[in-house]
């Protein structure tokens, strides 16, 4: 059989769907001789019907190769690499078909524009998954510059100095980042596991750089020589901050005595000392101290001559001992906060104003204090936003100085807890206080209805003015006379669809929801109303009694 016969019975069989039949005469009629590109074409378009697509791609190159002015193999070549997802070759071969297709072949033209259509969909495609795999698992942060890694691991650090041990966990490289910027080293806390390695690690990384130097309360005695030791070689003039116990403390002293670097104690701006007795020798060295903060436990006499040394803080918090208040006071007029617990406070003889105008303090906090008038009644803090009295003793009414004094207009919190005050002191500081956003009343027997029907406006004050319009927060817990409708009264008038409203739809001095009610420990709550107050207030929270107490009752 010629090679002419072998064709042409390959193409009746392909003609009847015989595909496997055609292929093989067309095979034949190639080993017969035939090398026309018309052979090589019927070929490709039988492996692409079988689905051979890269053998028929290998036909439709041999029919470019043999016939490149004819369009047939291009336009085949062009399904064939958009059929194997190669769609940029496939618009290739679309364009170089274009080039030789008649003008006037237009349902050639028509086909061919389709598929470039598709080719360029699947090519969008291609590119926008390619575009979300990277996007999941491309590295971006890694291709920023050190600089810019150190400075977001320096906003984390700042928040929480122990991030620093999760970062280096991370990879390799934020781990390299990390141990190489000693910033990030600076805060140093020494606890009972392993300290003196601790201190070794840190001062390496930190470059002898602390700033910020911690211990532990729980520390053995017989670590400290290798403490003090490993802290030798520490660049102490970068120390701003300290928290020790007094006996460490005086090591230390001794420590920076021997290396003739004393003067290290008037740079601290940040002291935190638990118990330090015999601290009279240590007050030399408080000579012109630049000390802002201050937290001492204990606090004996002698601590009392630093108020001639120390005139820069701006905080105090002092835990348990006797002050003399006044003179502390007057020494550091720029205070911002007050926190005083478990403190008897000293009277003093003072000559001239006993009063203290202390125009920077924000925040006052006194908790189991003695004599509690011989303070408040010598400070007069107009812009005082936080204020808290728990446990105070041997007092008439905690609160009198304050309801005397100018309004606490700044004023945004306000907990009184387990001391004796009446309802009309109450009132005039909350009337008198517009910004009032946290209100606690706790262990007070005798008070809370009252406070709370004058805030509701059911008891109005005399000018009808609304009161804490602010107020968001409140606990009343422990309060053993609270009624459920006082409380209900305060959710209620202040929910904003029963407050009156204009006829433009605004709500004129409208006061705010309250979001958070704590009425734990307190049996008047009918339990019937709990479901009320739990879906009209974000956070709500009324335990009757706790299982301890439940159990002593049974």
Same mark, same amino acid.
């Given at each position: ?186 805060? &140093?806390? #020494? !606890?009972?596991?392993?300290?003196? /390695?601790?201190?070794? *690690?840190?001062? +390496?990384?930190?470059? %002898?750089? $602390? ?30 901050? &300290?928290? #020790? !116990?007094?006996?460490?403390?005086? /090591?230390?002293?001794? *420590?920076?005595? +021997?290396?003739?670097? %004393?003067? $290290? ?52 918090? $002092? ?236």
């Amino acid at each position: 059989m010629s090679w002419k016969a072998s064709f042409q019975q390959g193409v009746s069989n392909f003609k009847r769907n015989k595909y496997s039949e055609a292929l093989a005469f067309f095979d034949e009629a190639i080993s017969l001789g035939c090398d026309s590109f018309t052979i090589y074409d019927s070929r490709a378009a039988v492996h692409e019907k079988l689905g051979n697509n890269k053998a028929a791609l290998i036909d439709a190159k041999k029919v470019v190769d043999t016939a490149p002015d004819r369009w047939q193999g291009y336009a085949r070549s062009a399904r064939l690499f958009h059929a194997l997802n190669k769609d940029e070759a496939a618009l290739k071969m679309i364009d170089l078909a274009f080039e030789r297709i008649k003008a006037d072949d237009v349902q050639r033209r028509q086909e061919l524009d389709a598929l470039k259509s598709q080719a360029i969909d699947s090519l969008k495609a291609a590119k926008e998954r390619r575009r979300a795999r990277i996007a999941k698992t491309a590295y971006h942060i890694g291709k920023l510059p050190v600089e810019i890694f150190s400075e977001i691991f320096g906003l984390v650090i700042a928040a929480d100095h122990a991030q620093i041990l999760k970062l280096t966990h991370v990879c390799k490289h934020w781990r390299g980042i990390a141990i190489k910027t000693p910033s990030l080293w600076q805060t &140093l806390v #020494v !606890s009972k596991n392993h300290p003196a /390695r601790k201190i070794q *690690l840190w001062v +390496q990384r930190a470059r %002898t750089q $602390i700033s910020d130097l911690s211990f532990h309360h729980n520390i053995p005695e017989m670590e400290w020589s290798s403490i003090l030791s490993e802290l030798t070689p520490l660049s102490w003039y970068s120390l701003r901050s &300290l928290a #020790v !116990s007094g006996t460490l403390f005086s /090591r230390i002293h001794n *420590l920076l005595h +021997q290396l003739s670097k %004393t003067e $290290i104690i008037s740079r601290l701006e940040h002291l935190d000392i638990t118990g330090c007795e015999g601290f009279e020798k240590f007050l030399p060295d408080f000579e012109d101290s630049h000390l802002e903060t201050l937290k001492v436990d204990t606090f004996t006499r002698s601590m009392n001559q630093l108020w001639s040394r120390v005139h820069r803080l701006k905080t105090m918090s $002092i835990d348990a001992g006797l002050v003399e208040i006044l003179p502390a006071l007057k020494a550091n007029p720029s205070l911002e906060n007050l926190i005083l617990y478990d403190l008897v406070p000293v009277p003093v003889q003072s000559d001239g104003d006993s009063c203290m105008q202390l125009s920077d303090l924000r925040c006052m906090k006194l908790f189991n204090i003695q004599l509690v008038s011989l303070i408040t009644r010598v400070v007069v803090a107009p812009n005082l936003q936080v204020l808290h009295l728990f446990s105070i003793g041997r007092s008439s009414d905690v609160l009198l100085a304050f309801a005397h004094a100018d309004p606490l207009r700044a004023l945004r919190e306000l907990r009184v807890g387990s001391c004796t005050t009446t309802a009309s002191s109450l009132k005039i500081i909350l009337a008198g206080a517009p910004l009032l956003e946290t209100l606690q009343i706790s262990r007070i027997h005798g008070v809370v209805n009252d406070v709370l029907d004058f805030i509701s406006g059911t008891h109005p004050n005399d000018n009808n003015q609304d009161v804490c319009a602010s107020l968001k927060h409140v606990d009343l817990s422990s309060c053993d006379d609270l009624l459920t409708r006082s409380a209900y009264s305060l959710v209620k008038t202040r929910l904003h669809a029963d407050q009156p409203v204009t006829v433009d739809g605004n709500q004129p001095g409208c006061r705010s929801e309250i979001e958070s009610l704590r009425l734990d420990g307190c049996p008047l709550i009918e339990a019937d109303m709990l479901p009320w107050f739990r879906r009209k207030v974000q956070v709500f929270s009324c335990v009757y009694m706790s299982k301890k107490e439940a159990k002593q009752r049974r």
